[in-house]
């Protein structure tokens, strides 16, 4: 197996960085992050929707201000079709509502405060990502 982008350093960097930013959103509005819950919520609950949006417009704002000062260009190319990215997306929002949150609440959130839904989930997030790939390059 060729590890071809092993950089532990900023992957250290990043990690802390998001950790940070999850205890911070938490004392300053006493929630947890999870963008699907955040972005339900910013749709569909009169509670908490300005700093809802705000949370969304600084996830789509942060990237394109980074780009700004830095050299480095992120080249996205949709080689698929938009109906399947479409359906796609609907199967992750059905599965967020199943599980009761995505993998950033679990995975970030859950697994920080030792919840054991939030452990299983993320578990079973990775192993049938794992799988998914797996099938893909044997096809």
Not at 42 to 51: H, I, P, Q, T, V
Not at 90 to 95: A, K, T
């Given at each position: 197996m060729n590890i071809v982008n092993f950089t532990p350093i900023t992957a250290?960097?990043?990690g802390l960085i998001i950790g940070l930013a999850v205890v911070i959103f938490f004392l300053l509005n006493g929630r947890l992050v999870g963008i699907s819950g955040i972005a339900s919520n910013?749709?569909?609950?009169?509670?908490?929707?300005?700093?809802n949006i705000l949370f969304l417009l600084g996830l789509i704002l942060g990237p394109i201000i980074y780009s700004f000062f830095s050299n480095q260009s992120v080249n996205i190319t949709i080689s698929n079709s938009y109906v399947v990215i479409i359906l796609a997306g609907?199967?992750?929002?059905?599965?967020t509502r199943i599980s009761g949150g995505c993998t950033s609440g679990h995975g970030i959130s859950g697994i920080g405060r030792f919840s054991l839904r939030s452990v299983i989930a993320t578990v079973s997030f990775m192993i049938v990502?794992?799988?998914?790939?797996l099938i893909n390059n044997l096809i």
């Open positions: 250290f960097t990043g910013a749709l569909s609950s009169k509670e908490n929707k300005f700093d609907i199967l992750v929002g059905v599965g990502g794992i799988l998914t790939v």
